[in-house]
Protein backbone atom coordinates (compact mmCIF):
# COMPACT_ATOMS: atom_id res chain seq x y z
CA UNK A 1 0.00 0.00 0.00
CA UNK A 2 1.32 3.41 -1.16
CA UNK A 3 2.42 5.82 1.82
CA UNK A 4 3.08 9.46 1.59
CA UNK A 5 5.19 11.39 4.17
CA UNK A 6 5.83 15.01 4.36
CA UNK A 7 8.63 16.26 6.73
CA UNK A 8 8.57 18.93 8.41
CA UNK A 9 4.72 19.19 9.55
CA UNK A 10 5.41 22.59 9.87
CA UNK A 11 7.75 25.54 9.07
CA UNK A 12 8.75 29.21 9.65
CA UNK A 13 10.81 31.16 7.31
CA UNK A 14 11.61 34.64 6.94
CA UNK A 15 10.43 36.60 4.27
CA UNK A 16 13.20 36.26 1.59
CA UNK A 17 14.23 33.03 2.26
CA UNK A 18 13.87 29.81 -0.10
CA UNK A 19 11.63 27.14 0.78
CA UNK A 20 12.48 23.65 0.82
CA UNK A 21 9.09 21.53 1.47
CA UNK A 22 10.14 17.52 1.12
CA UNK A 23 7.43 14.82 -0.06
CA UNK A 24 8.80 11.14 0.10
CA UNK A 25 6.28 8.15 -1.22
CA UNK A 26 7.11 4.16 -0.62
CA UNK A 27 5.70 2.14 -3.70
CA UNK A 28 7.93 3.98 -6.80
CA UNK A 29 5.52 2.68 -9.49
CA UNK A 30 3.57 6.13 -10.26
CA UNK A 31 1.71 8.19 -12.36
CA UNK A 32 2.62 11.55 -11.39
CA UNK A 33 3.17 13.33 -8.34
CA UNK A 34 1.09 16.55 -7.69
CA UNK A 35 1.78 19.29 -5.25
CA UNK A 36 -0.98 21.50 -4.14
CA UNK A 37 -1.68 24.41 -1.38
CA UNK A 38 -4.18 24.79 0.53
CA UNK A 39 -5.16 27.94 2.19
CA UNK A 40 -7.16 28.29 5.61
CA UNK A 41 -11.04 27.60 4.74
CA UNK A 42 -10.54 26.81 1.49
CA UNK A 43 -10.24 24.30 -1.35
CA UNK A 44 -6.90 22.65 -2.53
CA UNK A 45 -4.89 24.71 -5.43
CA UNK A 46 -3.07 22.61 -7.98
CA UNK A 47 0.61 23.92 -8.22
CA UNK A 48 2.50 21.66 -10.27
CA UNK A 49 2.39 17.94 -11.95
CA UNK A 50 5.45 16.25 -12.28
CA UNK A 51 4.62 13.11 -14.61
CA UNK A 52 6.31 9.89 -13.80
CA UNK A 53 8.58 10.02 -16.84
CA UNK A 54 10.36 14.06 -15.93
CA UNK A 55 12.70 15.09 -12.93
CA UNK A 56 11.07 18.20 -12.50
CA UNK A 57 8.69 20.78 -13.33
CA UNK A 58 8.72 24.88 -12.91
CA UNK A 59 6.17 27.47 -12.79
CA UNK A 60 7.25 31.00 -11.82
CA UNK A 61 8.72 30.67 -8.38
CA UNK A 62 8.46 27.21 -8.35
CA UNK A 63 10.44 24.24 -9.03
CA UNK A 64 9.26 20.46 -7.98
CA UNK A 65 11.77 17.50 -8.27
CA UNK A 66 10.67 14.21 -8.57
CA UNK A 67 13.39 10.61 -8.02
CA UNK A 68 11.59 7.92 -8.64
CA UNK A 69 13.57 5.65 -7.64
CA UNK A 70 14.14 6.73 -4.24
CA UNK A 71 10.62 7.85 -3.62
CA UNK A 72 11.08 11.75 -3.54
CA UNK A 73 9.91 14.87 -4.24
CA UNK A 74 10.86 18.42 -3.78
CA UNK A 75 9.55 21.61 -3.63
CA UNK A 76 11.44 24.67 -3.77
CA UNK A 77 10.01 27.84 -3.06
CA UNK A 78 12.06 31.21 -3.97
CA UNK A 79 12.44 34.45 -2.31
CA UNK A 80 9.31 33.27 -0.21
CA UNK A 81 6.45 36.06 0.40
CA UNK A 82 3.91 36.28 3.25
CA UNK A 83 1.43 35.52 0.59
CA UNK A 84 3.14 31.86 0.54
CA UNK A 85 2.10 31.49 3.95
CA UNK A 86 -0.09 28.13 3.35
CA UNK A 87 -0.31 24.29 3.89
CA UNK A 88 1.46 22.53 0.76
CA UNK A 89 0.44 19.01 0.50
CA UNK A 90 2.06 16.25 -2.12
CA UNK A 91 -0.17 13.90 -3.58
CA UNK A 92 0.63 10.72 -5.95
CA UNK A 93 -1.26 8.83 -8.42
CA UNK A 94 -0.69 4.93 -8.40
CA UNK A 95 -2.81 3.85 -11.33
CA UNK A 96 -4.59 4.23 -14.03
CA UNK A 97 -8.35 5.93 -12.28
CA UNK A 98 -6.64 8.92 -11.22
CA UNK A 99 -6.53 7.70 -7.49
CA UNK A 100 -4.69 10.00 -4.95
CA UNK A 101 -3.02 9.26 -2.27
CA UNK A 102 -2.07 12.36 0.01
CA UNK A 103 0.75 12.93 2.49
CA UNK A 104 -0.57 14.62 5.58
CA UNK A 105 0.83 18.69 4.48
CA UNK A 106 3.76 21.08 5.59
CA UNK A 107 2.28 24.42 7.15
CA UNK A 108 4.55 27.28 6.13
CA UNK A 109 4.60 30.50 7.80
CA UNK A 110 6.34 33.17 6.42
CA UNK A 111 7.43 36.36 8.27
CA UNK A 112 7.66 39.19 7.08
CA UNK B 1 -14.92 28.15 -16.00
CA UNK B 2 -16.63 28.74 -12.44
CA UNK B 3 -14.66 25.84 -11.10
CA UNK B 4 -16.02 23.32 -8.76
CA UNK B 5 -18.94 24.40 -7.04
CA UNK B 6 -19.75 22.98 -3.60
CA UNK B 7 -22.86 23.60 -1.48
CA UNK B 8 -23.18 23.97 1.33
CA UNK B 9 -20.63 25.91 2.28
CA UNK B 10 -21.12 25.24 6.13
CA UNK B 11 -23.59 22.71 7.61
CA UNK B 12 -24.62 21.95 11.26
CA UNK B 13 -26.86 19.49 11.94
CA UNK B 14 -27.76 17.44 14.79
CA UNK B 15 -27.19 13.58 15.31
CA UNK B 16 -29.28 11.09 13.59
CA UNK B 17 -30.22 13.65 10.76
CA UNK B 18 -29.83 13.01 6.90
CA UNK B 19 -27.11 15.34 5.71
CA UNK B 20 -26.40 16.16 1.70
CA UNK B 21 -23.64 17.45 0.22
CA UNK B 22 -23.85 18.59 -3.11
CA UNK B 23 -21.18 19.22 -5.96
CA UNK B 24 -21.47 20.73 -9.25
CA UNK B 25 -17.62 19.55 -11.36
CA UNK B 26 -16.51 21.50 -14.31
CA UNK B 27 -17.83 21.12 -17.70
CA UNK B 28 -16.50 18.51 -19.51
CA UNK B 29 -14.44 17.24 -16.71
CA UNK B 30 -15.27 13.05 -16.56
CA UNK B 31 -14.24 12.43 -13.27
CA UNK B 32 -15.20 13.38 -9.90
CA UNK B 33 -13.83 12.63 -6.30
CA UNK B 34 -15.26 12.84 -3.28
CA UNK B 35 -12.53 13.55 -0.32
CA UNK B 36 -12.73 13.97 3.78
CA UNK B 37 -10.17 15.78 5.70
CA UNK B 38 -9.95 15.24 8.94
CA UNK B 39 -7.14 16.52 11.58
CA UNK B 40 -6.39 12.66 12.51
CA UNK B 41 -6.80 11.45 8.69
CA UNK B 42 -5.62 14.43 6.72
CA UNK B 43 -7.33 14.05 3.07
CA UNK B 44 -8.66 10.45 2.35
CA UNK B 45 -10.50 9.63 -0.95
CA UNK B 46 -14.27 8.10 -0.16
CA UNK B 47 -15.26 7.30 -3.53
CA UNK B 48 -14.70 8.10 -7.25
CA UNK B 49 -17.07 8.18 -10.52
CA UNK B 50 -15.85 8.27 -14.11
CA UNK B 51 -18.31 9.13 -16.84
CA UNK B 52 -20.98 8.90 -14.03
CA UNK B 53 -20.31 5.77 -13.01
CA UNK B 54 -18.67 4.64 -9.49
CA UNK B 55 -15.91 3.03 -9.86
CA UNK B 56 -14.05 2.49 -6.55
CA UNK B 57 -15.86 3.07 -3.29
CA UNK B 58 -13.42 1.31 -1.00
CA UNK B 59 -12.98 4.42 1.19
CA UNK B 60 -16.49 5.28 1.99
CA UNK B 61 -16.82 4.58 5.78
CA UNK B 62 -19.77 2.77 6.48
CA UNK B 63 -23.34 1.85 4.83
CA UNK B 64 -24.47 4.99 6.27
CA UNK B 65 -23.04 6.98 3.23
CA UNK B 66 -23.75 6.84 0.05
CA UNK B 67 -22.75 8.58 -3.20
CA UNK B 68 -24.90 9.34 -6.71
CA UNK B 69 -23.94 11.22 -10.06
CA UNK B 70 -27.36 10.76 -11.87
CA UNK B 71 -25.76 13.19 -14.61
CA UNK B 72 -22.46 14.74 -15.83
CA UNK B 73 -22.95 18.00 -14.19
CA UNK B 74 -24.27 17.27 -10.99
CA UNK B 75 -23.11 14.47 -7.51
CA UNK B 76 -24.39 13.89 -4.36
CA UNK B 77 -22.96 12.43 -1.11
CA UNK B 78 -25.31 11.97 1.65
CA UNK B 79 -25.10 10.77 5.37
CA UNK B 80 -28.10 8.97 7.07
CA UNK B 81 -27.60 8.87 9.92
CA UNK B 82 -25.15 11.59 10.74
CA UNK B 83 -22.83 10.87 13.75
CA UNK B 84 -20.61 13.38 15.38
CA UNK B 85 -17.44 11.61 13.92
CA UNK B 86 -18.68 12.36 10.76
CA UNK B 87 -17.62 16.19 11.50
CA UNK B 88 -14.95 17.23 8.82
CA UNK B 89 -14.71 18.76 5.49
CA UNK B 90 -15.82 17.61 2.76
CA UNK B 91 -14.17 18.37 -0.50
CA UNK B 92 -15.32 17.39 -3.95
CA UNK B 93 -12.74 17.31 -7.13
CA UNK B 94 -12.86 16.72 -11.00
CA UNK B 95 -10.41 16.18 -14.13
CA UNK B 96 -10.62 15.43 -17.50
CA UNK B 97 -8.74 12.86 -19.25
CA UNK B 98 -8.96 8.86 -19.46
CA UNK B 99 -6.55 6.45 -18.70
CA UNK B 100 -3.01 7.46 -18.37
CA UNK B 101 -4.14 10.77 -18.17
CA UNK B 102 -2.14 13.50 -16.48
CA UNK B 103 -4.61 16.19 -16.06
CA UNK B 104 -4.61 17.96 -12.57
CA UNK B 105 -7.53 17.59 -9.93
CA UNK B 106 -9.61 20.70 -9.42
CA UNK B 107 -10.52 21.28 -5.67
CA UNK B 108 -14.23 22.68 -5.00
CA UNK B 109 -13.94 25.05 -1.30
CA UNK B 110 -15.15 22.12 0.60
CA UNK B 111 -18.44 21.39 2.69
CA UNK B 112 -17.56 22.23 6.37
CA UNK B 113 -19.62 19.80 8.60
CA UNK B 114 -20.54 19.66 12.44
CA UNK B 115 -22.41 17.17 13.77
CA UNK B 116 -23.42 18.05 17.35
Known amino acids: KQEVTQIPAALSVPEGENLVLNCSFT??????LQWFRQDPGKGLTSLLL?????REQTSGRLNASLDKSSGRSTLYIAASQPGDSATYLC???????????FGAGTQVVVTP | DAGVIQSPRHEVTEMGQEVTLRCKPI?????LFWYRQTMMRGLELLIY????????DSGMPEDRFSAKMPNASFSTLKIQPSEPRDSAVYFC??????????????FGDGTRLSIL
Open chain 1, 27 to 32: DSAIYN
Open chain 1, 91 to 101: AVRGDSWGKLQ
Open chain 1, 50 to 54: IQSSQ
Open chain 2, 49 to 56: FNNNVPID
Open chain 2, 27 to 31: SGHDY
Open chain 2, 93 to 106: ASSSGGTHSNQPQH
